[in-house]
């Protein structure tokens, strides 16, 4: 070989071995209609499961696929469930070189996925909520001095471990309150990657990046995003080690070798470019709060009922549309909603009005006992439909329902009683006219008096007239 065929040799070598350094799909911004993908891993700490983690890492770095992994530093060592005083397990070194090998590679970005991921529940204003539906968390209601800690000792300690920047937020659970977006911002962090229904700063110069779905369901997603007509839609695909079967949890549907088909899928899509969080916060140009304000309907469609879903199109809930689809789309279903609610709680006010006319016309002890009774039926029946700590759409109508039911319940009372004072007060202001007026005019007076008393009398025995 020639010194200038052999330098030509080096010189493409030396290029092939830059590149191989980094994400073939990290490229620059798609020109045209494409697909964002984001990969999250979540819950990567001393007590997670290696093997696991071991081959995931080695999946993302063999399809050159960029990742983010949410890692905790200092992981509660008996139970992130338990909120009673737990020492904390910090990463090991053997967690550090596993996930330090896949940073050098340009694989993985490192995330703070809290401090300990311990249940911080019972803490906080709604206290009583939580004693009713343990949510679980480890910043919401927390003060926002402790998160402050929290978070700066939590990325101090990944940033010195791993020699990489940590400006990536993931909190655990999804679940943070509006003190931590402060504090987020106070510590110059970038990206906030938790759920669809958290609080927002409208003024938040945080880039927004929500999970919009789970492995399972990432190529309907993709589908979606390509049938949509959305300009620039993104997809937040949610890993937690649990969703795999050789972690041992009793969730774990999957198994690694389907991750490694789904990677093998994505990469061979030519409209479809995956992105880091932290990628994605610098490259897509719409990350903002207005986006993240419009896609926040986690809470609107967990309330629609699913005949309703049918007139919108498949897996919008799996998508971070851009801020005019969302917007279009958020102010579309919440207009059905609300249409749809009214509707039935008028619907449900005029027949148990109707009912209360005919019933407690009757039965005059059953008024007070279904004036009382009704709210806290309704109070007793919600509580039973949102034992499982989520307000389905068959608990939203019954909500609606129980609301209109109450009106109607109410207003029957109130006319009832109203109905058996007016003519007693009329009765007696005709019967003072009648005095006076049969000194002046027997014959109008007479005519005048009848007929309230005639109706108060009807009244008094419990005869009811219909409404007109
Ligand atoms: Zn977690």
Redesign the pocket.
Known sequence: MSPCNASRAALVLSLVACASRWPVMAGPMLSGRGVTVVFRL??YSSRSPTGLETRLLDAFRRYRVPLTV?V?PFIASRSVYDPSPQKPAALNAAKIALLGMAVEDGIVEVAL??SS?QTARGVGWDRLVRGRWPTDTEFRGVSPDLQAEKIARGRAFLEGAFHTRVDTFIP??NSYDRNLLHCLENQGFRALSAGRWGPLDASSPLRFLPGTCDLAGVRDAVSAARSEGDPAPVVVVMI?PSDFREAGGADGALETRELEKILAWISSQRDIRVLSIHQAAERVSDLGASRFFWNRTAFLWEITPRFMQRLFPRAERSLYLSLWTARALKLRLSLLLALFGFGAAVLSAALTLRAGMVLFSRTRGLRLVSALAAPLLGVWVLLALLQDRALRPEAALAAVLLAGGCAGIWTSVFRLRGGARGPAVAARAAGGRGVHGARSSPGISDSRTRQPIGSEARRSTGEWNPPE
Do not use: I, K, S
């Open positions: 979540d819950d949410g905790v996925h809290g991921h655990p659970w937690h």
